[in-house]
Every structure is written in C-alpha cells, then in structure tokens.
C-alpha cells in the first residue's frame, strides 16, 4: 500500500534553514504529483508547494515563495523541502502528500504521510 | 484571496446523520474534497470530485453540492466518526488549493 514517511523536523531558530523529506513506498512515485501541506498547533491545512511527476513543474504558496523549494529524486523515491529564512509562523507539522491522479495534477490529496514538526522559536 | 467558509462545529447524537457545509464563490463550478483528520493523525481523503469515495470510505460518506455550498454528509454517526473535517477545492486563479477552515464533528 502507498506508504509516506516524512523526516528532518525539529527546533530551529529564526532565520536559520531546514531541510525536510518524505520516503515514498509502494506506488510508482515517478507518475505522480507530490505536494507539501503544512498544519500550525491547533489550526487549519495550509498547502504549501507542488512538485510535478517528472520534477519540471514546481509551485508555491506566496507565504513560501522564495524561501522554500520543493525537488524530488525519482530514482530514490524520494521528496524533499528545501526551507530557508525560517519564520516563527512557519512552525507547523508538515505533511507530504501524493496528487490525486498520475501524471495530471487534480490537486487534491489522496494519501498522507504523518507528518514532521517543525518548530521556529529563539 | 478565495475563501471557503465552514461552520467552527457540529453536534451529532450516534445513529443521526450529520452535514456539513463548506460555501465559497463559484464551488458549484469546482470540484470539491473532504478529508477527515483524527487527533493526533494526518487526513485522510473521504470524498474527491464533490461525490466520489475513495476505496476503504464507508457509504456512510456521502458529497453534495448546491449552489455555492457543498455539503458533506455522514449517515449512521458513529463515535469514530469524531473528528475535523475540511473542504478543498483548486482555485484556478491563484493556482493553489485552498482548505476551508475545518469543523469539528462531536458525536453526543
């Protein structure tokens, strides 16, 4: 079964970067689109970026733009978060999830993973 | 920026059916998803393309839109059934998935 193992979170001060990934198991990773969602304590999903099947398509959300990048590894399964200039309102547990569909981006979020906590804080 | 707009709550007694909206300009022309989120776990998809469950997701779930609103339904409410619920949809004018701002599901 589609199996996402998010990993890299922990405390950071602010300005400082991070660097997350997310293992993907049993699913062709290369024919999908991945995504990052991101969850502050006690409030609501806020997606994050997109990254297209084949890596040549990358998308953010204006709160990110700038300082996060998105890439993948196709060949290790592999998606990573790239997060720079890290701000207090950045603490969040960040999911990373698989598009929807193959090769198409639908936008919507089919499996999960569990997620890594982030925490910005002096 | 598109907003989609859920109630904080709903209460629900065991066996009743529970709704839940999720209103926003134009979501009668987008397609909407639920995602149910326990405490302590990440989301999990109930229903994709305003009507269509994943497979695993009792009947029990159900979509519906009219209008500008879409409505999630849960017939049957089980005490497992507690738990956050949020709406998405793509807003095309951005380019971004937006997520209403979740409701919380207490079964009585």
């Known amino acids: 079964q589609v199996q996402l193992v998010e990993s890299g979170g922990g405390v950071v001060q602010p300005g400082r970067s991070l660097r997350l990934s997310c293992a993907a198991s049993?699913?062709?990773?290369?024919?999908?689109?991945m995504h990052w969602v991101r969850q502050a304590p006690g409030k609501g999903l806020e997606w994050v970026a997109v990254?297209?099947?084949?890596?040549?398509?990358?998308y953010y959300a204006d709160s990110v733009k700038g300082r996060f990048t998105i890439s993948r590894d196709n060949s290790r399964n592999t998606l990573s978060l790239q997060m720079n200039s890290l701000r207090i309102e950045d603490t969040a547990v960040y999911y990373c999830?698989?598009?929807?569909?193959?090769?198409?981006?639908?936008?919507?979020?089919?499996?999960w993973g569990q997620g890594t906590l982030v925490s910005v804080s002096s | 920026s598109y907003v989609l707009t859920q109630p904080p709550s709903v209460s629900v007694a065991p066996g009743q059916t529970a709704r839940i909206t999720c209103g926003g300009n134009?979501?009668?022309?987008?397609?909407v998803h639920w995602y149910q989120q326990k405490p302590g776990q990440a989301p999990v998809l109930v229903v994709y393309?305003?009507?269509d469950r994943p497979s695993g997701i009792p009947e029990r779930f159900s979509g519906s839109k009219s209008g500008d609103t879409a409505t999630l339904t849960i017939t049957r409410v089980e005490a497992g059934d507690e738990a956050d619920y949020y709406c998405?949809?793509?807003?095309?004018?951005?380019?971004?998935?937006?997520f209403g701002g979740g409701t919380k599901l207490a079964v009585l």
């Open positions: 049993g699913f062709a990773f290369g024919g999908y689109s």
């Open positions: 990254i297209s099947h084949d890596g040549s398509d990358k």
């Open positions: 393309d305003d009507s």
């Open positions: 134009n979501v009668g022309f987008r397609s």
């Open positions: 998405q949809v793509y807003e095309s004018n951005s380019d971004h998935p937006v």
């Open positions: 999830a698989r598009d929807g569909a193959d090769i198409v981006v639908l936008y919507y979020f089919d499996s």
